[in-house]
């Protein structure tokens, strides 16, 4: 199998999440403000200020079950809390607020056609291959999962 | 044009890697996936000093993993889970720069698909919330690209993103995905405040 269908599958599974988040509004700034802000600041939370986080903890309920029901016995890594987690979870915060985009947002804003997401992108490519620069530097513990 | 309503979004996001698993025996992540092109151009150091004549793929790939460990010590965790169980399936090999490219690549593809599909062109900027907050000009870029330095320092810190801890790693209540969780979306809702704070919104 492995020679085309990986590569392909690979490409489909890309695809699928380019057409989610962009039909989700995940790639409109002002969509996931309103979700991290969940309407606070204006007026309060509604169902329109907390569509987005309903679809992400309800994604996050479902794969649970899915993971459950499907991949029980199966060898996927485990992910211990170390050193780096409190950090770089809230670095990542910071930064996703800002620009709107997590890794996966941001690409598929240039997809889009909105071409100022080109900054964040190269933001998160230069800053992902600096780290790695400092981390070999400082010997901290660093990689992602892929 | 609307949006799609957040169950949809859910089960579309829930489906997602779980679908992944079984079908690429990686676990899903798109910032390892970046990660995996930001060492193109180490890859291809170590490739044309090992000159161009390797003999095949796999060679090439042991080459290169070889080459990373050396460079980034054990830093990179081992390649292979522990098998959880009997039956259980096995941890699939390393994902090649031609399978993350691909992954990216469609990715974007995907959103230019559904924005030519919802009829709309977004313009060059990202929201009319963005704007005001940041204009549109070089400050705005700036904020980006900076923002962006984040989110690239901190997944590769935190070892994960949205997709890698958020979804996949806390679906399967992973103590570091749940707590990289936590603080990116704290992270996330301050900073968002302190922005709405200014902008009134």
Not at chain 1, 111 to 117: D, I, M, P, T
Not at chain 2, 110 to 123: E, S, T
Not at chain 2, 144 to 168: I, K, P, Q, Y
Request: some cysteine; proline content about 5%.
């Amino acid at each position: 199998m492995n020679r085309f269908v990986r590569p392909a599958a690979m490409a489909a599974f890309g695809f699928a999440l380019g057409v989610a988040l962009s039909r989700l509004g995940f790639t409109d700034w002002t969509e996931v403000h309103a979700m991290f802000t969940m309407g606070l600041l204006s007026g309060g939370p509604s169902a329109a200020t907390l569509r987005l986080l309903f679809a992400f903890c309800g994604a996050v309920g479902l794969a649970f079950v899915g993971f459950a029901a499907f991949a029980r016995r199966d060898a996927i890594p485990s992910r211990p809390i170390h050193k780096g987690t409190v950090a770089g979870g809230l670095l990542f915060g910071l930064g996703w607020g800002l620009t709107g985009g997590c890794p996966s947002i941001a690409v598929v804003q240039l997809g889009e056609g909105r071409l100022a997401a080109g900054a964040s992108v190269a933001g998160v490519l230069v800053g992902t291959w600096l780290t790695r620069r400092l981390a070999a530097r400082f010997d901290w513990r660093t990689s992602t999962c892929d | 044009m609307s949006y799609w309503p957040w169950w949809a979004g859910a089960l579309a996001l829930g489906a997602l890697p779980v679908a992944y698993w079984l079908v690429v025996r990686r676990p899903f992540g798109v910032s390892g996936l970046l990660g995996r092109l930001v060492s193109l151009p180490d890859e291809w150091a170590v490739a044309r000093e090992s000159g161009a004549a390797l003999a095949s793929e796999e060679e090439l790939d042991a080459l290169l993993d070889a080459a990373t460990r050396e460079q980034f010590g054990d830093a990179i965790p081992a390649v292979g889970g522990k098998p959880v169980g009997p039956r259980g399936r096995p941890l699939g090999a390393r994902l090649g720069l031609a399978e993350a490219g691909a992954f990216v690549v469609a990715m974007a593809l995907g959103g230019l698909v559904a924005r030519l599909y919802a009829g709309r062109a977004p313009g060059p900027w990202l929201g009319a919330s963005f704007e005001r907050a940041f204009g549109h000009g070089g400050g705005a870029l700036g904020v980006l690209f900076l923002g962006g330095l984040l989110v690239g320092a901190g997944t590769t810190v935190a070892e994960g993103c949205s997709t890698g801890h958020g979804l996949t790693g806390s679906a399967r209540l992973q103590p570091g995905s749940l707590l990289a969780t936590v603080c990116f979306m704290v992270a996330a809702m301050g900073v968002s405040l302190l922005v709405g704070w200014r902008i009134g919104s």
